[in-house]
């Protein structure tokens, strides 16, 4: 079983930064993490993910170039740094764990989802 805990979302004004993490527990090693959002009446969409060393990224169009997924040493820790946020990034942020070693957009391949965090950017 593994157990994912987001933290760091919040109200900031556009043009501000934040960074969200997500920590794991349990059987969480050598997996690909990743972060999804869903705004109210919207689907949950793909955001950015990583794999297990590191090595590949992938990001979503929309925050390509603002927001910089990473892995903490220890590995069972991923962040989401987001930069110049825009009111369009406004959204319950879900972290999300997937059985894989390469990077999925889908949301039906990730195995495990953390509660979300939010991050609010007004207009």
């Known amino acids: 079983q593994v157990q994912l805990v987001e933290s760091g979302g919040g109200l900031v004004q556009a043009g501000a930064s934040l960074r969200l993490s997500c920590a794991a527990s349990?059987?969480?090693?050598?997996?690909?993490m990743g972060w999804f959002r869903q705004a109210p009446g919207k689907e949950r969409e793909f955001v950015a993910a990583?794999?297990?060393?590191?090595?590949?990224?992938a990001y979503a169009d929309s925050v390509k170039g603002r927001f910089i997924i990473s892995r903490g040493n220890a590995r069972n820790t991923v962040y989401l740094q987001m930069n110049d946020l825009k009111p369009e990034d406004t959204a319950l942020y879900y972290c999300?764990?997937?059985?894989?070693?390469?990077?999925?957009?889908?949301?039906?391949?990730?195995?495990?989802w953390g509660q979300g965090t939010q991050v609010t950017v007004p207009s």
């Open positions: 990583i794999t297990w060393s590191g090595g590949i990224t």
């Open positions: 999300a764990l997937a059985r894989t070693t390469v990077v999925p957009r889908t949301t039906y391949e990730y195995h495990y």
């Open positions: 349990g059987r969480a090693f050598s997996y690909t």
